[in-house]
């Protein structure tokens, strides 16, 4: 999905929110001024992930490194572990446990600290609490699990930590209900805001349910032209691909490929896209979008 003005006016935002906390004003100036050009003279066919990492690489140039989420990812994945047994019953005892489990997966996509400006475990809970009003969209659904039932190999693309805990419960029902798909999972190649990469996917011991791989890559997304070779093979083989989250979103959309997509609206452009209210749950399928 090429970068828009929504996505460009985001991204100025958030950079001028990231810069408030230093006094040399002149120093700040001149890296917005920096900020805008590569905007402005950014690849127009680039995504907003894909446009934000050479952005962090000027912030680091400037300001230093960039100070990593690690005990905030920590922090996430340890809350849904402890959270797992009773959360993977709760799903179990559902007439449609696919369905839940699709339902409560997406609710886990609230902990975006690229996306949000505020994430707390108290409104991760309060959203994880509603999660038996939650629906997926009928027809979609219905198309998606004839594809489960055709198809042989399935690749999942993962967003962010502690929500790849929920993943982990949803591909633990899918392998169940569909032992004939060969299931893979793409987590981040390199570390980015609170993405999963996996390491994370060891730690929660989602690497004991299903193969996991890193996708070579250090965008907050899944950049076709940017992830190694073995990741992009992977997608393009894959009969479906189940995408978790708004940048893996912004960087398929327009790819053609058969991707089923998971998702909380948690900015402007993506409401305003999809009609939908702050938080509002997305189930939707590249080619009939």
């Known amino acids: 999905m090429k970068i828009n003005a929504f996505c460009m006016?985001?991204?100025v935002q958030s950079q001028a929110r990231r810069i408030q906390k230093f006094e040399d004003e002149e120093k700040k100036a001149c890296y917005m001024r920096e900020v805008l050009r590569l905007i402005a003279d950014g690849n127009p066919k680039w995504s907003a992930p894909a446009l934000l990492e050479p952005i962090s690489k000027l912030y680091e140039t400037y300001w230093g490194a960039q100070g990593d989420l690690e005990e905030e990812k920590r922090t996430f994945n340890e809350l849904l572990l402890s959270m797992e047994d009773t959360l993977e019953q709760k799903i179990r005892s559902k007439k449609d446990t696919l369905e839940a489990a699709l339902c409560l997966a997406r609710l886990g996509n609230y902990i975006d600290f690229s996306a949000l400006s505020e994430v707390?475990?108290?409104?991760?809970?309060?959203?994880?609490?509603?999660?038996?009003?939650e629906t997926l969209d009928a027809e979609e659904y219905g198309y998606f699990r004839k594809d489960l039932e055709n198809?042989?190999?399935?690749?999942?693309?993962?967003?962010?930590?502690?929500?790849?805990v929920l993943d982990k419960i949803l591909i633990k029902l899918l392998k169940e209900q569909y032992p004939q798909l060969s299931i893979e999972v793409l987590v981040r190649g390199i570390a980015v805001t609170n993405d999963a990469t996996l390491e994370?996917?060891?730690?929660?011991?989602?690497?004991?349910?299903?193969?996991?791989?890193?996708n070579g890559s250090g965008i907050a997304g899944t950049e076709l032209t940017h992830i190694s070779e073995e990741a992009?093979?992977?997608?393009?083989?894959?009969?479906?691909?189940?995408?978790?989250?708004?940048g893996n979103f912004e960087t398929l959309h327009t790819c053609g490929l058969n991707i089923y997509y998971l998702?909380?609206?948690k900015c402007d452009w993506f409401m305003q896209r999809f009609q939908a209210e702050h938080l509002q749950g997305m189930f939707v399928n590249e080619t009939r979008i």
């Open 263 to 265: 998702f909380l609206c």
């Open 151 to 164: 198809g042989k190999h399935l690749v999942y693309l993962t967003d962010n930590c502690g929500e790849i």
């Open 232 to 246: 992009r093979r992977k997608l393009e083989q894959a009969d479906l691909i189940l995408s978790k989250g708004q």
């Open 120 to 133: 707390s475990a108290e409104k991760l809970l309060e959203l994880l609490g509603q999660s038996e009003q």
């Open 200 to 214: 994370d996917a060891r730690y929660v011991g989602l690497t004991e349910v299903v193969p996991v791989f890193g």
């Open 9 to 11: 006016s985001c991204l």
